[in-house]
């Protein structure tokens, strides 16, 4: 065969190629998991030819939906590198998660590692012998160069596993494929043995697939998000998926949830399904990661797009992709019937007394917030000095969907400003605080300049009978005439083997004055040994406004402290109906959650 003719036919071998692969590039990723009791999986790689001297793999440094860097580049051992004819290729590691191959030029290149997949409750990589949960971010590397390039997964798994994901499938039921990088890491693999459904509403496909033993009832379950899956449109217009999964794992030891593209993984604890105070914070949950399939994952703020994997994305909007998602769920449970009005008022008492106890809203806005949200203080300090994006995000969703409602005499609410984000701001667009500010202007007709500074880089100031009023509602403590009090200090406290070592101390109460502070250790109250678990028995014995002399170990000293006591209300507070409510407050809060006004109580 002549030179040409071998040239003209590599050609049409390569054209050939070139139609029935359809042009794209593609990165093939083969999955090995054959020693799952060990949690090891051994990642292979094959990438098409490179045009530069090296390449640079990464691995992420955090995964999506948990805005915190994590150490995932820790679980990679006996990573190589080859050409295609077998040649090893150099490489060396440049920074804590990027290994650097030279000898790339022209070359494709297949690297290999082993990961270790021991991180259950974080929701990014587990294996043991019953499973693998695996969110790509976690497991498989990338290149800037093959980014956009589609990635096909190939699992090696013991006979009897089931794979399920949100990606497209493959050629065989182990295998799936993904349009690019982006998509791969925002679809989570399940594959183990597993309980799996399949239900189809309104022209589009749903999974259930659960992992672990458990007080569930699937049936139930799946009659729920039937309902559930049916309720995005009071918000809406449109779906951005054709199939959805969601992903329950009935375990131990972990619990949580993460949204991802077109599916979701719910950790719950395996007997937190069946008394109706659990199943409610499960579909509560399958609904907050519905809504994220909109809010996040179709539009999202500046700063987040595109995803940069190897730092920090920061934005000062957190709060809405969160606290809102916190606040739109409910509208999903109201308008389906899975969570009652008097669920949903409970619910909002717990909230108005979160916020209450909460002086952390003294020192930080939302926007600050979800700024940091990557710094993420929490415990005493957090409590005293941080607001959180999902809890006080839902407070302000909750004012802003009031006030829209109030300006626009019931013809909008927050809702629309969702959808005109989902209808104008889809990726790869985003949107900042001034593209809001635009939209809520189109909602209201009205500038939100001025309140946006006040409640979203201010601190907010809530006065929720005010604000409860508009729907017909107000706080109570049980008595109408006079609030029963009874003494207060403002400490939390776990037992330890001497005492009762402080976890929180509430920013100016009556503990903090009197300058008890985090992991002092109680062992005596009026100079008697604090024999109970609890220090509530104790306090029973005293009255708002008593002195009471605390003695603890402070670093192995001993000290006294006088504190002279506060008050708090002696019921739980519960938001209930006004008195009298007109027909606009009922109308009101009829446009606010799809229900009937509730009727009052029983005593
Ligand atoms: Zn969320």
């Known amino acids: 065969m002549t030179k040409i003719s071998l040239l003209f036919r590599t050609t049409l071998?390569?054209?050939?190629?070139?139609?029935?692969?359809?042009?794209?590039?593609?990165?093939?990723?083969?999955?090995?998991?054959?020693?799952?009791q060990h949690h090891y999986a051994k990642i292979t790689i094959n990438y098409e030819k490179f045009t530069t001297k090296a390449v640079d793999f990464h691995l992420p440094t955090w995964r999506t939906g948990r805005y915190q860097i994590i150490n995932l580049a820790n679980g990679i051992r006996e990573f190589s590198a080859t050409d295609s004819q077998g040649n090893i290729l150099p490489w060396k590691k440049s920074d804590k998660d990027t290994w650097q191959v030279q000898g790339t030029l022209n070359k494709s290149v297949q690297i290999t590692y082993q990961v270790y997949a021991n991180q259950l409750g974080q929701r990014t990589r587990h294996i043991d012998d019953s499973h693998a949960f695996i969110d790509a971010s976690t497991v498989v590397m990338y290149t800037e160069v093959v980014r956009e390039q589609k990635h096909i997964v190939n699992l090696n798994v013991p006979a009897n596993w089931h794979s399920v994901s949100g990606l497209e499938p493959g050629d065989n039921a182990h295998q799936f494929v993904a349009k690019d990088y982006d998509v791969l890491v925002d679809s989570p693999i399940e594959t183990g043995v597993n309980e799996h459904h399949k239900f189809n509403v309104e022209g589009r496909d749903y999974e259930l697939v659960i992992w672990g033993k458990g007080n569930y009832d699937s049936a139930k379950m799946v009659d729920d998000l039937k309902v559930l899956v049916q309720q995005s449109k009071y918000i809406w217009q449109g779906y951005p998926f054709k199939r959805y999964v969601f992903m329950v794992h009935a375990?131990?030891?972990?619990?949580?949830?993460?949204?991802?593209?077109?599916?979701?993984?719910?950790?719950?604890?395996?007997f937190k399904f069946s008394e109706r105070k659990d199943y409610l914070r499960f579909i509560s949950t399958a609904a907050h990661e519905f809504v994220h399939t909109w809010n996040v994952k179709q539009y999202r703020p500046k700063g987040l797009v595109p995803y940069d994997?190897?730092?920090?994305?920061?934005?000062?909007?957190?709060?809405?992709?969160?606290?809102?998602?916190?606040?739109?769920?409910?509208?999903?449970l109201l308008r389906g019937d899975l969570m009652t009005s008097k669920e949903f008022l409970e619910s909002l008492a717990k909230r108005i007394t979160g916020h209450i106890h909460k002086p952390g809203r003294q020192s930080q806005s939302v926007a600050e917030a979800s700024f940091d949200k990557w710094l993420d203080e929490s415990g005493d300090y957090g409590n005293n000095h941080s607001v959180n994006i999902y809890s006080e995000g839902f407070l302000v969703s909750w004012l802003l969907d009031f006030s829209i409602m109030e300006k626009t005499a019931l013809e909008k609410s927050y809702r629309d400003v969702h959808n005109s984000l989902y209808q104008n701001y889809k990726l790869p667009k985003s949107f900042d605080e001034k593209d809001l500010l635009t939209i809520l202007k189109e909602v209201t007709n009205e500038s939100y300049k001025a309140w946006w500074q006040e409640n979203i880089h201010g601190y907010a100031q809530i006065d929720f009978n005010i604000l409860l009023a508009k729907a017909g509602l107000t706080m109570s403590y049980g008595d109408k005439d006079k609030v029963k009090q009874v003494a207060w200090a403002g400490i939390t406290t776990k037992q330890v083997t001497n005492g009762l070592q402080i976890t929180a101390v509430e920013k100016n109460s009556p503990a903090w004055k009197a300058g008890l502070t985090l992991d002092d250790i109680i062992v005596a109250?009026?100079?008697?040994?604090?024999?109970?678990?609890?220090?509530?028995?104790?306090?029973?014995?005293?009255?708002?406004?008593?002195?009471?002399?605390?003695?603890?170990?402070?670093?192995?000293?001993?000290?006294?402290?006088?504190?002279?006591?506060?008050?708090?209300?002696?019921?739980k507070l519960k938001v209930v109906p006004l008195e009298d409510v007109s027909d606009e407050q009922k109308a009101f809060f009829k446009h606010w959650t799809g229900l009937a006004f509730p009727n009052k109580e029983s005593k």
């Open 309 to 332: 994997y190897q730092k920090e994305n920061y934005s000062t909007l957190l709060w809405l992709s969160e606290g809102s998602t916190s606040y739109l769920q409910n509208q999903l």
């Open 251 to 270: 375990t131990s030891g972990a619990r949580g949830a993460t949204e991802h593209l077109n599916s979701t993984i719910i950790q719950t604890s395996r």
């Open 13 to 36: 071998i390569l054209i050939a190629i070139f139609f029935i692969t359809g042009v794209q590039a593609s990165v093939s990723v083969d999955i090995t998991i054959d020693q799952p």
């Open 525 to 571: 109250v009026d100079a008697l040994r604090m024999v109970d678990k609890d220090l509530t028995t104790r306090f029973k014995n005293f009255k708002p406004k008593d002195r009471m002399s605390i003695t603890f170990f402070r670093r192995d000293e001993l000290v006294t402290r006088m504190i002279i006591l506060g008050e708090t209300p002696k019921n």
